[in-house]
C-alpha cells in the first residue's frame, strides 16, 4: 500500500508512515518500508513509562533509518493509560536531539480526543516549547472538525486526521468525499 501511495504522490508532498508501536523488533518488522523514500517514519512509545532507555533506543533506530527519512516523537495525550513518556519528556527530547517532527495523539481510540486527554493551556506550551525549537507538530488525536478552531490558532504544521474523514466517522470506514471536504474548507478558512 505504502509504495503505491509513493507512486501516485511522485514527491509531490511528504509521505509517512505509521509502524505500529516500537519495540526491540521495530527495525526488523518494518525492513520493507526502511527501504522506501518516505519523508517520516512513526513508532508510538505505548509500553515504555518512563523508564530511562526509551530514549536510546529511539536514537540507535534514528542512526539505521535511510537518509531523508526522519522518525517521527509521538507525544501520547492519554500517556498513563499508554504506559508511554509524558508528553513533557518527549518534548524535552525532540529539543534536546533535534527530532525533525513531533506528533501529538491519543494512544486509546475510544471516542476522547485529543483535548480530552491533553487540556489546551498545556498543549499550547508544548507546542510553543517545540516552535521555539524550530520542530514541526502534527496534531492528531481523535480530532474533531469542531475543536479545529481551537487547534488552528497553535499553527501546527499538519492536522492529522482518520476516522474524522471516513464513513461514520470511524477509522474502519473508508474515506468519504464530503467529510474531506468539510475539513479542506475548515483549514482554509
Given at each position: 500500500?505504502?509504495?503505491?501511495?509513493?507512486?501516485?504522490?511522485?514527491?509531490?508532498?511528504?509521505?509517512?508512515?505509521?509502524?505500529?508501536?516500537?519495540?526491540?523488533?521495530?527495525?526488523?518488522?518494518?525492513?520493507?518500508?526502511?527501504?522506501?523514500?518516505?519523508?517520516?517514519?512513526?513508532?508510538?512509545?505505548?509500553?515504555?513509562?518512563?523508564?530511562?532507555?526509551?530514549g536510546e533506543d529511539l536514537l540507535d533506530t534514528r542512526r539505521h533509518i535511510r537518509t531523508g527519512?526522519?522518525?517521527?516523537?509521538?507525544?501520547?495525550?492519554?500517556?498513563?493509560?499508554?504506559?508511554?513518556?509524558?508528553?513533557?519528556?518527549?518534548?524535552?527530547?525532540?529539543?534536546?536531539?533535534?527530532?525533525?517532527?513531533?506528533?501529538?495523539?491519543t494512544f486509546y481510540k475510544d471516542g476522547k480526543t485529543l483535548l480530552d486527554a491533553l487540556p489546551?493551556?498545556?498543549l499550547t506550551e508544548l507546542l510553543a516549547s517545540l516552535k521555539k525549537s524550530g520542530i514541526p507538530?502534527?496534531?492528531?488525536?481523535?480530532?474533531?472538525?469542531?475543536?479545529?478552531?481551537?487547534?488552528?490558532?497553535?499553527?501546527?504544521?499538519?492536522?492529522?486526521?482518520?476516522?474524522?474523514?471516513?464513513?461514520?466517522?470511524?477509522?474502519?470506514?473508508?474515506?468519504?468525499?464530503?467529510?474531506?471536504?468539510?475539513?479542506?474548507?475548515?483549514?482554509?478558512?
Amino acid at each position: 500500500m505504502l509504495a503505491a501511495v509513493l507512486a501516485v504522490v511522485d514527491g509531490a508532498v511528504p509521505v509517512s508512515a505509521a509502524l505500529g508501536e516500537w519495540s526491540p523488533d521495530a527495525l526488523n518488522e518494518a525492513h520493507w518500508h526502511l527501504e522506501l523514500p518516505v519523508q517520516f517514519l512513526k513508532w508510538g512509545l505505548a509500553g515504555y513509562g518512563n523508564s530511562p532507555g526509551w530514549g536510546e533506543d529511539l536514537l540507535d533506530t534514528r542512526r539505521h533509518i535511510r537518509t531523508g527519512t526522519e522518525v517521527v516523537l509521538v507525544a501520547y495525550a492519554d500517556w498513563e493509560k499508554a504506559k508511554s513518556p509524558p508528553p513533557l519528556e518527549v518534548v524535552k527530547f525532540a529539543r534536546r536531539f533535534r527530532y525533525k517532527a513531533v506528533l501529538f495523539d491519543t494512544f486509546y481510540k475510544d471516542g476522547k480526543t485529543l483535548l480530552d486527554a491533553l487540556p489546551l493551556p498545556e498543549l499550547t506550551e508544548l507546542l510553543a516549547s517545540l516552535k521555539k525549537s524550530g520542530i514541526p507538530v502534527a496534531l492528531g488525536g481523535s480530532l474533531k472538525l469542531e475543536q479545529l478552531k481551537q487547534l488552528k490558532p497553535l499553527a501546527p504544521d499538519w492536522i492529522a486526521v482518520r476516522g474524522a474523514v471516513c464513513a461514520g466517522g470511524t477509522r474502519e470506514g473508508m474515506l468519504d468525499p464530503v467529510r474531506i471536504q468539510k475539513w479542506k474548507a475548515a483549514l482554509a478558512a
